[in-house]
């Protein structure tokens, strides 16, 4: 079993930056990728970019604007995002999975950008 626990959402204006975190916990040992997905209202869950140890990928949408890193001595996975967008509103939920092609996800944290 893999915990994760997220943090660093809020409300930010467009233009402005945040910085989400995500500590896995548990059966850390077994974990592959960690990934950001993001969900906004009425909409279907989707990828926002991803990292293992030989890649990283970024939806289209963000390329440019955010930044996933890994601190694999704090089982930590973060998703720097600048340049924000009004479209860039949703849930942001931390998503892992493991060699054996289990996935674990967080709760999930509300990023909103508006004037």
């Known amino acids: 079993q893999v915990q994760l626990v997220e943090s660093g959402g809020g409300l930010v204006q467009p233009g402005g930056s945040l910085r989400l975190s995500c500590a896995a916990s548990?059966?850390?040992?077994?974990?592959?990728?960690m990934a950001w997905y993001r969900q906004a209202p009425g909409k279907q869950r989707d990828l926002v970019a991803a990292?293992?140890?030989?890649?990283?990928n970024y939806a289209d949408s963000v390329k440019g604007r955010f930044t996933i890193s890994r601190d694999n001595a704090k089982n930590t996975v973060y998703l720097q995002m600048k340049s924000l967008k009004p479209e860039d509103t949703a849930v942001y939920y931390c998503n892992v999975e493991t060699y054996t092609g289990r996935a674990y996800w967080g709760q999930g944290t509300q990023v909103t950008v508006s004037s």
């Open positions: 548990g059966s850390i040992f077994s974990i592959n990728v």
């Open positions: 990292i293992s140890s030989a890649s990283t």
